[in-house]
C-alpha cells in the first residue's frame, strides 16, 4: 500500500519530527511511504520529496522577513494567527502532483499545511487519485478560520467571524470566509480524523467544520529507539550533564516569558513560593535557548535552587536528560500537547501538568505524576511540593508506572499497528 504524507512543517525539526516518525513507522510495517513537504531535503533519503528547492527555500524564507520588518501586520499572537486568505491555493495542484514523478498513493495523511498547501490542493489530489484522506490533528488550526489555538473564542464551533486575533468586528472577515470555504471541500472528501489527544478530540467534536466526520484517536508516534529507558546509564549521564547527585531534579523547557500559552509566569510563581519552604534540596534542569532575563530572573531562585542550563538539546540528548531527570514540568496552559510529555512518558519519567492537552490522557495524579485541575501558581506550587515530598521509593514507583505506559500506549510498534489496522479496514471498506 503507497502512502502520501504532506506536511508544511519540515520532517526533521522540532514538531515536524513527528511526520518523519510516522513515515518510519509506516515503513516498519511494510508501506510504501513518501512525505512531501515544502522544504529542501537535507538528507539522501529519496522517499522525502520536496516542492521547493533550496534557493526557493531561501528566497522565500529572506522575502516573508522583508515583509514582515517593513510591513507588519497588527494581530494578537497569542491565537498563533496573522489573518491569511487560506481560500487561495499557494501552488497549483498540477504542479504538486508533476513533482511526485508518478508515485500514486492509496491514501493521503495530511499533518501540518499553512504556509504549503490548502484545502483546495488536498482536495483536488484526493480526487485526482481517488483516494481517501486522512488528517491527523496536531492543533487546532485545521478545524478553524486559522487559528491554532483559539483559548475562549468559540467561533470555531459555528461559523467563525468577529476574530480577537485579528480584532475583527465584522461577522463575515476572512475568518468566516476561510471556514466557510473549507466546509464546502470537506463535505465532498472522503476524510477521516486521526486525533492525537482527548483534548483535540473534545475539540473536533465541537467543531462546525469535524463534528460530523470520523475519527481514531490515536497518540502521535514517537521514536522509541532514542526516547526510553533501557539504554541509558543514569549515573554516567550525570555526570556529562553536571548534574548534582543528590539533589532531586525537575526539566522544564525554556521558553520566551511572551509566549502566555506556554504558561513559564506560573512557573515562576511557584518557585518563589517553593523557595521559602524549609528543606528544599532541588536541582533545575533548563534545556533549550535562555535569554538574559530569564537567567536573570532564575537566577534569583539560586542558592535554593540549583540552576543547570542545558542549551539546546537534539533528540539524542533529549532522551539522555529525560532520564537523569526525577520530573518534567510542562507549564503549558493552552496546548494540545506537547510531545515531550509523550517523550517523557517513554523514558520513565514522571509528568508535572496542568490538566490540558496530552496530560489528560497520559498524566495521572499519584500514577505518572501530578495533573492540576486548576490553572495557576498556587496550584503548581503544591503540585511540585508534594512531588518533592516522595520518598525516593515512591518516586521509583511512578518511573516504572511511567515505562508500563509507555510500552502499553507510546512505541511505535503500538501506534504503528494501530494506524495500520485503521488504514487497511478503512481502505476495505472503500473497496466494498
Excluded at 514582515?68 to 487561495?88: A, C, L, Q, R, W
Amino acid at each position: 500500500m503507497k502512502v502520501l504524507n504532506i506536511s508544511a512543517a519540515h520532517p526533521y525539526k522540532t514538531a515536524g519530527i513527528v511526520v518523519a516518525d510516522c513515515h518510519q513507522m509506516l515503513r516498519d510495517h511494510q508501506y510504501e511511504s513518501k512525505i512531501l513537504t515544502i522544504y529542501a531535503p537535507e538528507s539522501n533519503d529519496k522517499n522525502v520529496i520536496s516542492y521547493q528547492n533550496f534557493f526557493e527555500n531561501r528566497f522565500e524564507s529572506y522575502s516573508n522577513r522583508f515583509l514582515g520588518k517593513f510591513f507588519p501586520k497588527t494581530y494578537n499572537t497569542v491565537y498563533y494567527y496573522e489573518g491569511s486568505d487560506e481560500t487561495i491555493p499557494k501552488y497549483n495542484t498540477k504542479s504538486i502532483i508533476r513533482r511526485l514523478n508518478g508515485f500514486q498513493p492509496d491514501v493521503i495523511i495530511v499533518y501540518f499545511i499553512y504556509g504549503f498547501v490548502n484545502i483546495q490542493n488536498i482536495y483536488e489530489l484526493s480526487k485526482y487519485w481517488n483516494v481517501p484522506v486522512f488528517w491527523y490533528l496536531m492543533d487546532m488550526r485545521a478545524m478553524t478560520g486559522g487559528c491554532a489555538y483559539t483559548w475562549a473564542c468559540e467561533g470555531y464551533q459555528n461559523q467563525c467571524g468577529k476574530c480577537p486575533a485579528i480584532a475583527s468586528t465584522e461577522a463575515n472577515d476572512i475568518t468566516a470566509k476561510n471556514l466557510a470555504y473549507a466546509k464546502n471541500l470537506v463535505a465532498q472528501m472522503d476524510l477521516t480524523l486521526i486525533i492525537a489527544s482527548e483534548q483535540l478530540r473534545l475539540e473536533a467534536s465541537k467543531s462546525s467544520l469535524f463534528r460530523d466526520k470520523k475519527f481514531y484517536k490515536i497518540f502521535c508516534p514517537i521514536n522509541d529507539a532514542i526516547f526510553n529507558s533501557e539504554q541509558y546509564d543514569r549515573p554516567a549521564l550525570k555526570v556529562k550533564y553536571k548534574s548534582v547527585s543528590n539533589k532531586r531534579t525537575l526539566l522544564i523547557g525554556a521558553v520566551s516569558l511572551k509566549e502566555k500559552r506556554k504558561g513559564f509566569h506560573l512557573l515562576l510563581g511557584a518557585l518563589e513560593k517553593l523557595i521559602k519552604e524549609q528543606d528544599v534540596n532541588v536541582e533545575l534542569l533548563v534545556a533549550g535557548h535562555v535569554s538574559e532575563v530569564l537567567k536573570a530572573t532564575l537566577q534569583s531562585f539560586v542558592p535554593k535552587v540549583t540552576i543547570n542550563y542545558l542549551g539546546y538539546l537534539n533528540y539524542n540528548q533529549l532522551a539522555e536528560v529525560f532520564n537523569i531527570t526525577d520530573a518534567f514540568i510542562s507549564t503549558s496552559v493552552m496546548d494540545s500537547g506537547p510531545m515531550m510529555i509523550n517523550q517523557s512518558i517513554l523514558c520513565g519519567t514522571p509528568v508535572i501538568a496542568f490538566d490540558i492537552g496530552i496530560a489528560k490522557d497520559l498524566v495521572v495524579s499519584g500514577k505518572t505524576g501530578y495533573k492540576m485541575d486548576e490553572i495557576n501558581e498556587n496550584a503548581l506550587f503544591q503540585a511540585i511540593l508534594d512531588f518533592l515530598k516522595l520518598s525516593e521509593g515512591a518516586v521509583q514507583q511512578l518511573r516504572r508506572n511511567c515505562i508500563e505506559l509507555g510500552k502499553q500506549e507510546l512505541t511505535s510498534k503500538v501506534i504503528g499497528d494501530k494506524i495500520d489496522k485503521m488504514l487497511r479496514s478503512n481502505l476495505q471498506n472503500v473497496s466494498k
